[in-house]
């Protein structure tokens, strides 16, 4: 505990949840976990946590969440201070964050993968928070524990000495302290794997060094160092050399790993004596980053194919002062990344005074409902915003950050809104400009981007991060009535005429493509949702399926699967979406229920000229 702090001020727990399996996360750790009024965590730009996954089981749901979500991992930054002037800048703002819920007189649980002052980010808040409030550690599992055990070998015996060592340091400084010690674990993999292999080679320790991918976590994988794919090395692994003594004791029989996850001893999945799950990584996400999922792991190939999948684990960034920064989140060449095209914004305090110049303002999609429908790369925006402006049921939806300025609006002054979003973002305010489903999508992005277009707004930045559609949601729920070739049509009036509606209509129904139909009523155009219908019937036939989708994803979730002949506009409101399927969409009633679908094919004798 800090002696400096008031005690009307939170306290700061660094929270270590252990290697990844969510068994292994302590008692304690759990209940602070549960009864937190703030929970922050660390991730790269993508948004993904895995310290927040293993959490998860036991989040009540109740709390401000935090992300704190590095500006620059290994791309390269217009920063004055180079790569780490930009990370001590972003450790500043982040503290000043978790300090404002702190004098607030909130409990702040700051989650950390394995042990929180283990070369773990929570350590850069801990040295800046510490003299000003209360803080504890709660330790947890190390990840050298957890390498151990997967591959049932102790590491040191009587009175051999462990060395812990980093992989970023160079290949000269790496084998002279390898030679010196009984037993090595080298952490930070990942790029600097080759390296650290050439290191262990002149130690003389190459034999005896054993692999170990995402210890305790479904894609865990074991193998001896001299087997794996340099290019396949994600930043979560580590490399172990055992004592001499210790290496005495037998191993288990071939392909069995004690305590490693259930298939982990699976043959079919070693490549010489390398072994490993296949079924995707530590928390789900990165087969969607390009890494391991499915039986197919392209880093289980021999090393002549030397296809790089990715250098991370799709999660958090561990960090060591100058031991190499934050993990890398990708790789890959990212035009939005390089110098001159992209410059990496410093972000300052908390009160919007951001160093580096002016703020942002970033549109995003929240999806269709709630939590669940949110990309984790809006969330991320959503949690560092300043400001929030919207419509505001919409902002209603955002779970509250006492941090946060809220600026809610009527759903008919769009160009208003815009500007004001633009005019704090140039006065160094990070605003997060939100709309419900897809912000590009009869939405808030075309709004901001017009009023951006305004030379006075030239210099502030926009971003738009895409969202889960209504229609998507609505399609998905009944199966896949927009599978083919469809059309989106907003029935509202109110900046287009109604003969501009009609004849929209018109040509879509001409076209036979499907329609996802927005806005299709209010109380002051009442009649449209019939006069619209009246207008299909023209092309369609009457039994052609229409599928009425209101609140999807939400508590009022209905949706109904009807015909264009029997459609009846009472039964659509303002927050129904309409998809009126074409020619070749069917209805298939199934064991499990009721789908619509349109085929992605049309038979050459149901083939239209339009």
């Known amino acids: 505990m800090s002696e400096h702090a008031s005690s009307a001020t939170g306290t700061l727990y660094g929270v270590g949840l252990g290697p990844g399996d969510p068994e292994l996360t302590t008692i304690k750790a759990a209940r602070l976990v549960r009864d937190a009024d703030v929970i922050a965590y660390h991730s790269a730009r993508h948004g993904r946590s895995i ?39 972003f450790y500043a703002e982040a ?90 674990a080298i952490m930070k993999l990942g790029r600097t794997f080759g390296t650290v292999r050439d290191a ?92 391991a999922g499915g039986d197919r792991d392209p880093r289980l190939r021999s090393r002549a194919v030397g296809a790089r999948t990715d250098s991370s684990a799709s999660g958090d960034l561990p960090d060591g002062t100058g031991l190499g920064g934050p993990a890398p989140a990708s ?14 914004r410093t972000q300052g305090s908390s009160n919007g005074d951001h160093a580096g110049g002016p703020g942002e303002v970033v549109v995003v999609g929240t999806g269709p409902a709630g939590r669940d429908w949110l990309t984790p790369q809006v969330a991320a925006a959503l949690s560092v915003a300043d400001d ?20 809610a609006s009527d759903n008919r002054v769009e160009a208003e809104r815009a500007a004001h979003a633009l005019d704090m973002a140039a006065s160094g305010r990070r605003v997060a400009v ?72 018109e040509a879509v129904a001409a076209a036979d493509l499907a329609i996802a139909i927005y806005n299709p009523r209010s109380r002051a155009r009442p009649w449209q949702v019939g006069a619209a219908r009246d207008v299909l019937l ?20 209905r949706v109904t699967i009807t015909t264009l002949g029997d459609l009846d506009p009472e039964q659509v409101d303002m927050r129904t979406l309409v998809i009126v399927g074409s020619s070749t969409t069917r209805v298939v009633e199934r064991g499990d229920g009721t789908s619509v679908f349109t085929p992605r094919h049309y038979r050459r004798d149901e083939a239209r000229s339009s």
């Not at 790789?331 to 990496?344: I, Q």
């Not at 929030?388 to 600026?407: A, F, M, S």
């Open 388 to 407: 929030l402006v919207g419509y505001g049921p919409y902002l209603d939806r955002i779970p509250p950050n006492p941090r946060q300025t809220r600026h």
């Open 95 to 184: 503290a000043e964050r978790l300090a404002a819920h702190l004098e607030a007189g909130r409990d702040v649980v700051l989650l950390a993968e394995g042990d929180p002052l283990f070369y773990g980010s929570y350590m850069h808040m801990h040295k800046r928070l510490a003299g000003r409030f209360r803080t504890e550690v709660v330790p947890g599992v190390t990840s050298i524990s957890a390498a151990s055990a997967a591959l049932g070998q102790p590491l040191v015996e009587r009175d051999e000495v462990l060395t812990v060592l980093p992989g970023t340091l160079p290949r000269e400084e790496l084998a002279r302290r390898l030679a010196a010690t009984d037993s090595a």
């Open 331 to 344: 790789t890959a060449d990212d035009p939005r990344l390089r110098s001159g095209s992209f410059t990496t």
């Open 434 to 505: 939100v709309s419900a489903g897809d912000p590009g999508v009869f939405a808030m992005a075309a709004a901001v981007l017009e009023v951006a277009a305004e030379p006075k707004y030239r210099d502030v930045p926009v971003r738009v991060l895409p969202g889960l559609s209504a229609a998507q949601a609505v399609s998905a729920s009944v199966g896949a009535p927009l599978g083919h070739d469809h059309a989106m049509i907003s029935l509202s009036d109110r900046l287009k005429p109604w003969d501009v509606v009609e004849a929209r209509l």
């Open 200 to 291: 262990l080679d002149d130690a003389g320790t190459l034999d005896r060094a054993r692999y170990v991918e995402r210890a305790t976590m479904d894609g865990q994988r074991t193998g001896d160092v001299s087997d794996v794919d340099a290019d396949s090395v994600p930043y979560f692994a580590i490399a172990l050399v055992p004592g001499e003594v210790a290496a005495s004791v037998p191993g288990p029989p071939s392909g069995e790993i004690p305590g490693a996850p259930t298939g982990a001893g699976d043959p079919r999945t070693r490549s010489g004596a390398f072994a490993g799950r296949t079924d995707g990584s530590a928390n789900g996400d990165l087969a969607s980053d390009g890494g």
């Open 538 to 557: 023209r092309h369609r036939a009457p039994e052609t399926p229409v599928v009425l989708g209101r609140d999807v994803g939400g508590a009022g979730e």
């Open 51 to 89: 310290a927040r996954r293993i959490a998860e089981p036991h989040m009540s749901g109740a709390a401000i969440e935090e992300a704190l979500v590095y500006p620059v991992t290994t791309e390269t930054t217009d920063h004055p201070g180079g790569y780490r002037g930009a990370i001590d800048a």
